[in-house]
């Protein structure tokens, strides 16, 4: 697992044995690795969990409760995932039917993703109706859009779209 627990080990000497065990040969010392041999390191407070070894709890239990089915997941839905989320979002993009743009939510953001954070958990977070909005098209129709409001933008990326977030193997 990367950025796990760190671990002390022995020191460990790459070498290739001579054929000749008698002596005749010497051994020969191999090379480095190539790459990405050496991780960051990241600590983390005691209290802190990562999502991923969040969702490694969550794979665990999939793979021992096979017939079980996961519905209710927002255990992983974080303050910290949603704000990441919120980070990752397009700071140019349309306003919903809110009206709220990104300049606007990142004024008070602490307060907001908390906000969102207590609504979601208390199930009382309410996806708001796409604004409507209609681009030409070249043959003189028009194309229909659905703006998604940046806080149902921001459940939506946390959720789906970030990497860490979801449950693929």
């Not at 954070?117 to 009382?124: A, E, F, N, P, Y």
Request: hydrophobic residues 35%.
């Amino acid at each position: 697992m990367m950025y796990g627990e760190e671990k002390s080990d022995s020191l460990i000497v790459a070498a290739n044995l001579a054929n000749n065990p008698q002596g005749a040969e010497s051994v020969e010392r191999r090379s480095g690795a190539k790459g990405n041999a050496e991780q960051p390191h990241m600590r983390r407070t005691q209290s802190r969990e990562s999502m991923s070894q969040r969702l490694s709890r969550v794979r665990e239990a999939a793979k021992q409760r096979k017939k079980e089915r996961f519905t209710a997941l927002f255990h992983l839905l974080t303050a910290e995932a949603l704000e990441n989320a919120f980070l990752s979002l397009s700071r140019k993009a349309a306003a919903g039917v809110d009206g709220v743009r990104w300049k606007d939510y990142a004024e008070n953001l602490k307060v907001n993703i908390a906000d969102l954070h207590r609504r979601l958990h208390q199930g009382s977070y309410r996806a708001q109706p796409g604004r409507r909005h209609y681009i030409p098209k070249a043959d003189g129709k028009q194309r229909p859009l659905g703006i998604a409001s940046l806080e149902d933008k921001i459940v939506q990326y946390a959720l789906v779209k970030n990497p860490e977030c979801s449950l693929r193997k």
